[in-house]
Structure formats: structure tokens, C-alpha cells
């Protein structure tokens, strides 16, 4: 479930500039809610006595008038807005997340944003391989937050193409 979060960092740093995904949606149908250490699982029985929102820092709806342990407890229990409450969480967290990777660009900060968002994610630095390898494509590279080293030094090795001749 973490992939999303980390490819939509992967995405950003290769360029892409739009996402079109149901994975906030299809993981609030299974009480999963997105927050920057990667996913909650709000049916674990850790939530049931838990009185904060899902992120004290989420404005979101339902960070403001819910408890993770209401949440649990409608979760649990099958309540068809419980998918609703946790979707209005995921879709305000995947908006402030997107808007957070527009102001690092805009403030040329987006390399260490990366940096910060994959040690919260990681913090044992187990940072798949895959994310080290397209981050270092887009020269990012990831020494001191990742325990992996790249494969290839993709970024050098894109450095030295040589244009193909117009035609």
C-alpha cells in the first residue's frame, strides 16, 4: 500500500504533474487512511481506545470530528459511512500531499522534501530498490536516508547521452 504514496514521489521527480487513482477510495473501504509514516490500519484493536483524529495535522472533516477510536468502531462494525469518513480523510490527504510537492518544485526544495518524505516513510532506511533506482534517474539521490545504494549510476549515465540529430 506504501507504493502510492512513494510513486507518486517517483512520479514527481520524473516529471509527471497529474495523478488519476481510486487507491484513496479502495483503501477507505478497507479502514485504511493515508498519513505521511504510510498507511493506518484503523481496524487494528490499537485504535479502539484511541481519541485523536487519524492526523492532528489534517483540517480534513473528519480529522476535526472524528477519533480514530469512532472510527474503529464504525469500521469494525461495517457502517457504510465508515468508507465515507476515511475516503474524506485519503482524498484531503493526497490533495495536501500533492500540494506540498508543488510548493517544494516552486521553492526549488524538492529534492530534500523527497528526502524527508521517505525517512518519515522508511525511517530504517529500507527504501526499496526500485524507488533509490528512479530516484537517482532524476538526481535525487537518497545517501543517508536509504540503506541501498543505486545500481547504476542512472543519473551520469543519462547525463552522457548524446542527442540524436534532427532530421
Known amino acids: 500500500?506504501?507504493?502510492?504514496?512513494?510513486?507518486?514521489q517517483v512520479c514527481?521527480?520524473?516529471?509527471?504533474?497529474?495523478?488519476?487513482?481510486?487507491?484513496?477510495?479502495?483503501?477507505?473501504?478497507?479502514?485504511?487512511?493515508?498519513?505521511d509514516a504510510g498507511v493506518m490500519k484503523i481496524k487494528h484493536a490499537a485504535f479502539a481506545r484511541d481519541m485523536r483524529p487519524i492526523d492532528e495535522t489534517c483540517s480534513c472533516m473528519t480529522c476535526k470530528q472524528y477519533t480514530?477510536?469512532?472510527?474503529?468502531?464504525?469500521?469494525?462494525?461495517?457502517?457504510?459511512?465508515?468508507?465515507?469518513?476515511?475516503?474524506?480523510?485519503?482524498v484531503a490527504y493526497m490533495q495536501g500531499l500533492t500540494q506540498r510537492i508543488q510548493q517544494a518544485i516552486k521553492q526549488q526544495c524538492f529534492?530534500?522534501?523527497?528526502?524527508q518524505f521517505l525517512s518519515g516513510m522508511f525511517p530504517a532506511g529500507d527504501v526499496p530498490q526500485w524507488v533509490v533506482d528512479a530516484l537517482d534517474v532524476a538526481g535525487i539521490s537518497l545517501e543517508g536516508v536509504a540503506k541501498l545504494k543505486p545500481v547504476h549510476n542512472f543519473y551520469e549515465e543519462v547525463k552522457s547521452v548524446k542527442p540524436m540529430p534532427v532530421v
Open 1 to 8: 500500500m506504501l507504493v502510492v504514496l512513494v510513486l507518486e
Open 68 to 90: 480514530r477510536s469512532y472510527l474503529h468502531h464504525v469500521v469494525t462494525r461495517g457502517v457504510a459511512s465508515a468508507s465515507i469518513l476515511v475516503t474524506y480523510h485519503n
Open 111 to 115: 529534492p530534500d522534501f523527497v528526502r
Open 12 to 35: 514527481s521527480a520524473l516529471g509527471a504533474d497529474m495523478y488519476d487513482s481510486v487507491y484513496p477510495t479502495r483503501t477507505a473501504r478497507f479502514g485504511v487512511a493515508l498519513v
